[in-house]
């Protein structure tokens, strides 16, 4: 039942994009992408509801693909504020509790 | 600015001792969960409320108990503590019907020796 991630890792220039994905054996209600920083609590960063359209905060964006049961972050022009861990959580029937991926750590460096 | 409140956040003690893990939230969110996480690790879902005087297993087996028995309060108990509880603990809420998203607290590093 835990979804997928993918990447393990990226590192990353300042300025260059990424792509993080997160896919599912069951079928979805929602992914939620968050953002946790070292010695800090997860932080929310945006949802992709079923027949969703793609979001997006900044330069940071997400797509939801129902028929493969995947959804993408992407991070375009990266800055080092990006780095940390970024996990996908999904849900199987609205309301019902978040299981989280594996997390995928980036890196951005200068 | 998220209003969920953990206490301790930073806990040492001996192996067998009962500890409470306190988590309190001002939002009267209906849902609330703790999550278990090693450092730099994935989060474990290891228990879940969807109001007072409900709660359930999350993924992860785990030897902790919890209650919720106001709203706002949903502590999560150790009878007796092990190396192996050595983690940090998440709780987090959200509402029903609201946007979905999970507000997390600070968490509580707890370390048996």
């Known amino acids: 039942q835990q979804p997928v991630q993918s990447p393990q890792a990226v590192i990353l220039r300042e300025g260059e994009d990424a792509v993080i994905n997160c896919s599912s054996s069951k079928a979805l209600y929602s992914v939620h992408w968050y953002r946790q920083k070292h010695g800090e609590a997860p932080v929310f960063l945006m949802i992709?509801?079923?027949?969703?359209e793609q979001k997006g905060h900044e330069k940071i964006s997400a797509s939801f693909n129902e028929k493969k049961q995947q959804s993408s972050l992407y991070l375009t022009a990266s800055q080092l504020s990006y780095s940390g861990t970024y996990f996908c959580g999904t849900e199987i029937q609205a309301g019902t509790a978040l299981i989280f991926g594996k997390g995928t750590t980036l890196s951005v460096s200068s | 600015e998220a209003d969920i409140y953990q206490t301790p956040r930073y806990l040492v003690i001996g192996t067998g001792k009962k500890i409470t893990l306190e988590c309190s939230q001002t939002m009267g969110h209906d849902k609330m969960y703790w999550y278990q996480q090693d450092p730099g690790m994935e989060l474990h879902l290891i228990h879940y409320s969807y109001g007072v005087n409900s709660t359930e297993k999350g993924d992860l087996s785990s030897e902790s108990t919890v209650s919720r028995i106001r709203t706002e309060h949903f502590p999560l108990t150790l009878e007796s503590a092990r190396p192996s509880h050595t983690s940090q603990y998440l709780c987090?809420?959200?509402?029903?019907?609201?946007?979905?998203?999970?507000?997390f607290g600070e968490g509580s590093r707890l370390t048996v020796l």
């Open positions: 992709l509801l079923k027949g969703g």
């Open positions: 987090a809420s959200r509402r029903t019907g609201g946007t979905g998203e999970l507000f």
